[in-house]
């Protein structure tokens, strides 16, 4: 069974740091890894998605890596700025022809100005 | 192109009671998902559907249920309904059922059980 952990479940930082959130899997069968936004209350907004073939993907200050092997991906945000300010949740898609988005449960990312 | 669509945005059961929710996906897309969010439990898979068919389903009771009609559109229904059952619910569309592909959210429902 697909597990998905992100470490740290929050963060707060100033505005202008470089930061990093942390997304872990335990079945490294994985078709795909996505990063998403969720403001509160809100839907959630697809950021970058990195194939299993592929080792990252850059979108404007935005630059997700990952490691299938082990298990791992980092979403790397710089310059961050208060508008940055929402829940951060990674969710890979595995499970072969069954195959579903697990979820982690999220980092809530505050950005002070 | 227009987004995935969702209605209603809120709604107000109570126990008992039965629901149903709508959700278009984005025109061309033939794959729609549903999953529940609630603080608790985190975002968890509900089901798929692709060509009005329910491919995966995940690890939910039987009073959730679903369908999915020829222009895609897809609803999924909730009969007994139980305080658990209150939740955002977010469906994503997805191009041609492909996993490599990305998966479009909506905005959800809001679902609130008294």
């Known amino acids: 069974k697909q597990e998905v952990t992100q470490i740290p479940a929050a963060l707060s930082v100033p505005e202008g740091e470089n930061l990093v959130l942390n997304c872990s899997f335990t079945?490294?069968?994985?078709?795909?890894l996505q990063w998403f936004r969720q403001d509160p209350g809100k839907g959630l907004t697809s950021l970058l998605l990195?194939?299993?073939?592929?080792r990252e993907q850059t979108s404007g200050r935005l630059n997700a890596s990952l490691d299938k092997s082990s298990g791992r991906s980092t979403l790397y945000i710089a310059a961050s700025q208060p508008g940055d300010s929402a829940t951060y949740l990674c969710?890979?898609?595995?499970?072969?022809?069954?195959?579903?988005?697990?979820f982690g449960k999220g980092t809530l990312l505050t950005v002070n100005p | 192109k227009a987004g995935v669509t969702q209605t209603p945005r809120y709604l107000i059961k109570t126990r008992g009671q039965q629901v149903t929710l709508s959700c278009s996906p984005i025109?061309?897309?033939?794959?729609v998902s549903w999953y529940q969010q609630t603080p608790g439990q985190g975002l968890q898979f509900l089901f798929e559907?692709?060509?009005?068919?329910?491919?995966n389903k995940g690890n939910f009771p039987g009073r959730f249920s679903g369908r999915q009609f020829s222009n895609s559109r897809s609803e999924m229904n909730v009969s007994t309904l139980e305080l658990g059952d209150s939740a955002l619910y977010l469906c994503?569309?997805?191009?041609?059922?492909?996993?490599?592909?990305?998966?479009?959210f909506g905005p959800g429902t809001r679902l609130t059980v008294t």
């Open positions: 990195i194939q299993s073939s592929q």
């Open positions: 025109s061309g897309h033939r794959s």
């Open positions: 969710a890979v898609i595995s499970g072969g022809s069954n195959y579903k988005l697990t």
């Open positions: 994503a569309s997805s191009p041609e059922g492909q996993v490599y592909y990305e998966q479009y």
């Open positions: 559907y692709f060509s009005e068919t329910q491919r």
């Open positions: 079945d490294s069968a994985i078709y795909n």
